[in-house]
Nanobody, 124 residues
Framework: QVQLVESVGGSVQAGGSLRLSCTASGSMYRIYTMAWFRQVPGKEREGVGAIERGGSTRYADAVNGRFTIYRDNDKNTLYLQKTSMKHEDTAMYYC??????????????????WGQGTQVTVSS
């Protein structure tokens, strides 16, 4: 099994920056692709960005150019650096992981392992 634990989110003003992290533990050989998703009440969970073990990435159009996803494989940690944040970035953010490649998973919420989520609020 794999356990994923996100860092505490927080509040930030519009235009500001925030970095989230997600530390994985357990059977690390099961993880190839890691990703960030977000969800607001009443809406479906949406993919933000994903990264393979080798570094290939994919981003949602809504965050491309503002968010950067990266990972430290030695530390088993995934990061999401968010800049130029907007009110619409307010959501519960989830870390996800899976053993399949990014080309199969893309940004659909079909990943096998999930963190518990962390709230990020952007104030105008």
């Amino acid at each position: 099994q794999v356990q994923l634990v996100e860092s505490v989110g927080g509040s930030v003003q519009a235009g500001g920056s925030l970095r989230l992290s997600c530390t994985a533990s357990g059977s690390m050989y099961r993880i190839y692709t890691m990703a960030w998703f977000r969800q607001v009440p009443g809406k479906e969970r949406e993919g933000v960005g994903a990264i393979e073990r080798g570094g290939s990435t994919r981003y949602a159009d809504a965050v491309n150019g503002r968010f950067t996803i990266y990972r430290d494989n030695d530390k088993n940690t995934l990061y999401l650096q968010k800049t130029s944040m907007k009110h619409e970035d307010t959501a519960m953010y989830y870390c996800a992981a899976d053993g399949r490649p990014l080309g199969v998973l893309v940004l659909r919420p079909s990943y096998k392992y999930w963190g518990q989520g962390t709230q990020v609020t952007v104030s105008s």
